[in-house]
């Protein structure tokens, strides 16, 4: 099988243990040889997700089999182009559009009957007032395509001005935008959701293969800081026997016809019965930040499963490495140290067990330069020992 994935950040650079052991002929369209993937796949080719002559000479050159991707943003023409090939694309079109577009995603999930927070399109700030009175005056609007950790996402409150001279900006921009409303990732709309007084987040992660093979891992629970995903714990504590999130992501992978992985971010609401509602927030449709636990924590890494799913192989197992342990995974997200590896060299004494991944990025503030996973049976023991270790990456010893 020769296979090549669009983009070169840390998702595809992670994927290198897998090519090893799978023993695939795997190539990378990266955005520079010198970034995460690029520097740990020498035959990488540069070039952009969005410049369709690159891409098909890429596909060409290295007469790929299949393609697939690290992130959604690929314009759907040039997906039909590669088809056109006779290039295998997983997910395909049709499934990636969901993971590409919100409004889209949030219309087929009501469709099949899976819970979401109320939302619905909006074209100006009239609309979204409505919107917002319904809902105590407040919202969240999003547009539809190219959000990520939080970028596109907006709280609007009828009592904050500023939030709402923001909005104002975002309908302009969405208005003048020339953009192909028909391709799924070009839309410029916008949609506007309940703010959900959430207890915390969830994510499921689930596989399905090419041959319709389909596993998920254990259901966690993830932590945001400023919108970006910080910590993730796995399983997700006090999950209950029926876990109803995992039902949910492997009826969305079957209805959608993902191939691949598909990571469902989704709300917990627990009312003040102790009743819990799980409302479905993002898909992803790839191997996904909340997922990062599976590399040490699980017997199958979600970085393995994509290729032995988009390869069409038999699907590795995904339960937990151990019944009676936690893993935790947390991100480094930016670094006041000045020399990574150094830094690297100090947290390997705290615990022996922990593993520090670095992505070989250059540090900017906020930036996910690597993150930590540690299992263990106690969960406050391991939460700690990662807190220590994410400390060193900012300067903090104690
Ligand atoms: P993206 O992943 O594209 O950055 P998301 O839709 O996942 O955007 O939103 C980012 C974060 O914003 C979520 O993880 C959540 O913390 C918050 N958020 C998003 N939508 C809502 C909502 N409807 N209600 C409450 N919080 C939300």
């Given at each position: 099988?020769?296979?090549?994935?669009?983009?070169?950040?840390?998702?595809?650079?992670?994927?290198?243990?897998?090519?090893?052991?799978?023993?695939?002929?795997?190539?990378?369209?990266?955005?520079?040889?010198?970034?995460?993937?690029?520097?740990?796949?020498?035959?990488?080719?540069?070039?952009?997700?969005?410049?369709?002559?690159?891409?098909?000479?890429?596909?060409?050159?290295?007469?790929?089999?299949?393609?697939?991707?690290?992130?959604?943003?690929?314009?759907?023409?040039?997906?039909?182009?590669?088809?056109?090939?006779?290039?295998?694309?997983?997910?395909?079109?049709?499934?990636?559009?969901?993971?590409?577009?919100?409004?889209?995603m949030?219309?087929?999930l009501?469709?099949?009957?899976l819970p979401c927070p109320?939302?619905?399109?909006?074209?100006?700030?009239?609309?979204?007032?409505?919107?917002?009175?319904?809902?105590?005056?407040?919202?969240?609007?999003?547009?539809?395509?190219?959000?990520?950790?939080g970028?596109?996402?907006?709280?609007?409150?009828?009592?904050?001005?500023?939030?709402?001279?923001?909005?104002?900006?975002?309908?302009?921009?969405?208005?003048?935008?020339?953009?192909?409303?028909?391709?799924?990732?070009?839309?410029?709309?916008?949609?506007?959701e309940?703010?959900v007084p959430f207890t915390r987040e969830l994510a499921a992660l689930v596989v399905?293969?090419?041959?319709?093979?389909?596993?998920a891992w254990d259901t966690v629970e993830s932590i945001q800081e400023?919108s970006v995903c910080k910590t993730v714990i796995a399983p997700a504590p006090d999950l209950g026997k029926n876990d109803k999130a995992k039902k949910m992501a492997i009826k969305i992978a079957?209805?959608?016809?993902?191939?691949?992985v598909l990571a469902v971010e989704m709300f917990e609401v627990v009312n003040?019965?102790g009743i819990s509602k799980i409302l479905i927030n993002e898909l992803a449709?790839?191997p996904h930040n909340s997922g990062h636990w599976t590399?040490?924590g699980s017997?199958?890494?979600q970085?393995?499963?994509?290729?032995?799913?988009?390869?069409?192989?038999?699907?590795?197992?995904t339960?937990r490495?151990?019944?009676?342990?936690w893993t935790v995974m947390e991100n480094?997200?930016?670094?006041?140290?000045?020399?990574?590896?150094?830094?690297?060299?100090?947290?390997?004494?705290?615990?022996?067990?922990?593993?520090?991944?670095?992505?070989?990025?250059?540090?900017?503030?906020?930036?996910?330069?690597?993150?930590?996973?540690?299992?263990?049976?106690?969960l406050?023991?391991?939460r700690?020992?990662?807190?220590?270790?994410?400390?060193?990456?900012?300067?903090?010893?104690?």
């Open positions: 099988m020769r296979i090549g994935v669009i983009g070169g950040g840390q998702l595809a650079r992670m994927m290198a243990p897998a090519v090893s052991e799978l023993d695939l002929e795997f190539y990378v369209l990266v955005e520079a040889l010198d970034g995460a993937a690029g520097k740990i796949f020498p035959n990488s080719t540069v070039g952009e997700a969005n410049d369709i002559e690159t891409v098909l000479n890429w596909v060409k050159k290295n007469n790929l089999d299949v393609v697939t991707f690290e992130h959604e943003h690929v314009p759907n023409y040039i997906i039909d182009k590669i088809n056109d090939l006779h290039v295998a694309v997983y997910p395909d079109k049709l499934a990636l559009r969901f993971a590409q577009n919100k409004i889209l949030r219309e087929k009501s469709e099949i009957h109320d939302f619905t399109v909006v074209k100006n700030i009239g609309e979204l007032q409505v919107f917002m009175q319904k809902h105590g005056g407040q919202a969240v609007l999003k547009t539809a395509t190219g959000g990520y950790d970028k596109g996402v907006l709280v609007v409150k009828e009592q904050d001005s500023q939030s709402l001279e923001i909005a104002s900006k975002w309908f302009e921009k969405s208005f003048s935008s020339t953009a192909d409303i028909n391709d799924p990732e070009q839309d410029p709309r916008l949609l506007v309940e703010l399905r293969s090419s041959k319709g093979e389909i596993k400023n079957e209805e959608l016809g993902v191939v691949g003040s019965l449709m790839r590399i040490n017997v199958t890494s970085f393995e499963n994509h290729l032995r799913a988009v390869a069409g192989l038999p699907l590795g197992n339960d490495i151990n019944k009676e342990y480094i997200l930016g670094s006041t140290r000045k020399d990574l590896r150094d830094a690297k060299i100090d947290a390997m004494s705290v615990n022996s067990s922990a593993k520090i991944n670095l992505y070989g990025k250059g540090i900017r503030p906020g930036r996910k330069l690597g993150h930590i996973n540690l299992s263990g049976e106690d406050q023991e391991v700690e020992d990662v807190k220590k270790i994410g400390n060193i990456f900012q300067g903090i010893t104690l």
